[in-house]
């Protein structure tokens, strides 16, 4: 019988008692939660998932939550004031002496509460445990990638149609936004990037009320969520013929997304296609040109802790779920990207997001 993803998390926890997921709020709120419990709504404030050495998972959430939490995973623990979710925690980590914390998430306020409910643990970085873990993706989360991925290529794909001389980057980025909420998404990843002319040299800026002129680039960086689940994607198009030079760059960004991508498979380092992508732009005019990493993880948060950098020795796994995004940035003038999300398979990957990789000119 397959793991349940407490007992998944749990193996992977050298030397903890248990793990404790503390949920203290917006926006202070772990997805991790969310991937162990599998529950589909709810906030979930003030909420502990309390992950035991033999595999079992206690869940404390309050009253408001109670319906929503016996949809998912776990022994549901309901409490109606403080002092009763005190007995349920204390009682949840009885003899446990080494407790692990999520130390990338978690609030300071959050960890000394538990201290001071349950005498006598000591805190324990479980941040590798649970990376870890959700690293690898079932066929229920890839399924749910795929939905999310459809729809922002959909997306994708209506970009041109949107685009005119003189629309703002704001105006275009809240059509996307809309357009994802109307075919199914469920909320954005992350804010939507949607940068024109030389702004597109900024890897994240933000829309602000530039408006779209000729030979502008027009760049997004976008994604939805589906069942929590993020995709992400960059499209790189063009209002009328840009600089010549941009024109370069596109073409030695897209030749070495086509190479990362095609070194990406399971049981490699995670720095070979990003080596693979760099290599080719930095034997062209644009070396130095590329100032981020190829990729990282992806799953219920938009950056999940796969570096796909040239200095990574993580190794990759089948069931990875990782962006392939090269960019080429040249101040004052703009800037390329172009990224797809990527599942890694054992011989190989397959690209997620769809569209018309070709230069586009608007």
């Known amino acids: 019988m397959p793991k349940t993803r407490a007992e998944r998390l749990i193996s992977n926890a050298e030397g903890m008692d248990a793990i404790v997921i503390a949920n203290d709020g917006e926006p202070f709120l772990d997805s991790t939660f969310w991937y162990l419990t599998e529950q589909k709504s709810g906030t979930f404030e ?14 404390l959430v309050s009253i408001l939550e109670e319906e929503g939490a016996r949809d998912g995973a776990g022994n549901i623990c309901v409490y109606h004031d403080r002092k009763e979710r005190d007995e349920y925690l204390r009682n949840a980590l009885k003899g446990c002496t080494k407790v692990g914390f999520n130390v990338n998430s978690v609030t300071y306020a959050a960890v000394d509460y538990v201290k001071r ?23 229920m989360e890839i399924a749910a990638t795929r939905e999310a991925c459809r729809i922002s290529s959909v997306v994708a794909a209506e970009i041109p149609d949107m685009l005119s001389e003189g629309v703002s980057e704001k105006e275009v980025a809240a059509r996307m936004d809309a357009r994802m909420r109307e075919l199914g998404g469920t909320g954005n990843a992350f804010d939507t990037i949607a940068a024109f002319g030389a702004y597109s040299s900024q890897p994240h800026h933000m829309p602000c009320d530039y408006r779209l002129k000729k030979g502008d680039t027009a760049l997004f960086d976008f994604g939805t969520k589906y069942d929590r689940y993020c995709s992400d994607m960059t499209r790189t198009v063009f209002l009328g013929r840009p600089p010549e030079i941009l024109e370069r760059a596109y073409e030695v960004v897209l030749e070495a997304q086509r190479a990362g991508i095609e070194a990406y498979r399971a049981g490699i380092k995670a720095c070979e296609p990003d080596l693979a992508a760099r290599k080719v732009i930095d034997e062209s005019e644009f070396k130095g040109k590329f100032i981020h990493s190829f990729g990282h993880g992806i799953g219920m948060d938009v950056h999940q802790h796969i570096s796909v950098s040239p200095r990574s020795e993580q190794i990759l796994k089948a069931g990875n779920i990782v962006s392939a995004e090269p960019g080429v940035y040249i101040p004052g003038v703009g800037g390329i990207r172009i990224e797809d999300t990527i599942l890694v398979t054992e011989d190989g990957c397959e690209v997620l997001t769809s569209f018309d990789h070709s230069f586009t000119v608007v």
Not at 46 to 59: L, R, Y
Not at 119 to 139: C, F, L, Q, R, S
């Open 117 to 139: 409910v349950v005498e006598g643990i000591d805190v324990v970085n479980a941040g590798k445990a649970i990376a870890e873990t959700i690293n690898v993706k079932d066929e």
């Open 46 to 59: 003030g909420s502990f998932a309390v992950v035991k050495s033999d595999g079992s998972m206690d869940v």
